[in-house]
């Protein structure tokens, strides 16, 4: 079976995060939205605005079609009868199938899975430790792993990257390729 591997580094962008409050609707900037007299008048001019009466008028005309649909619809009327289905007599349960334990001897958590695409017989599982900065990251394996589900017992194949891979995913168009994403 032929692999291959490929790494890409991104340009980092420094991002900044704005924000504003937004506590009374959007005055002009002459209207002070706490004096009750300047937005009293200031709503008595819009509302006499021909465009306002239009779209306003608009607006009604399509909230009334809408209100009429739904007037039209009996939502108390049952339309699927004796079709009741009772699942309260089966308690929840779940088992387990298979184990797939990480090869390594400081064991990781699992970062991301990733189900083969074709029929779903191999799985790949990126291992990684998630705190920034842990000192078992020195210590430990950074191979990622792919699975056949018939045989948890070994890795089918072992993914070598240079950092841990903290994301993976097959490509639903060609499940040929995988792409993972690294720690650094």
Known sequence: AEMSEREVNTERFSYLSIGNTHNQGGWPKDIDATEKDQTARYKKK???????????????????QSLMQNYAIDIYQEYFSGEY???????????TLTVFKDPSEI?????????????????????????FQDWRMEKMSQ??????????????FELVPSSP????EYNPKDPHGLVGGSYN
């Not at 289905?85 to 088992?95: C, L, R, V």
């Not at 891979?165 to 993976?168: A, E, H, N, P, Y």
Request: charged letters at 30%; aromatic letters at 8%; glycine letters at 2%.
């Open 46 to 64: 819009v509302e006499k605005d021909e465009d306002y009466i239009r779209q306003v008028k608009n607006l009604a005309d399509a909230c009334e």
């Open 85 to 95: 289905a009772d699942h309260s007599s089966e308690p929840p349960s779940a088992k």
């Open 107 to 131: 064991k990781r958590t699992v970062a991301d899975i990733s189900w083969y695409p074709d029929g779903g017989r191999k799985i790949a599982a990126a291992f990684s430790v998630m705190q």
């Open 143 to 156: 191979k990622s792993y792919i699975w056949d589900i018939n045989n948890p017992n070994t890795p089918e």
């Open 165 to 168: 891979l903290c994301s993976l």
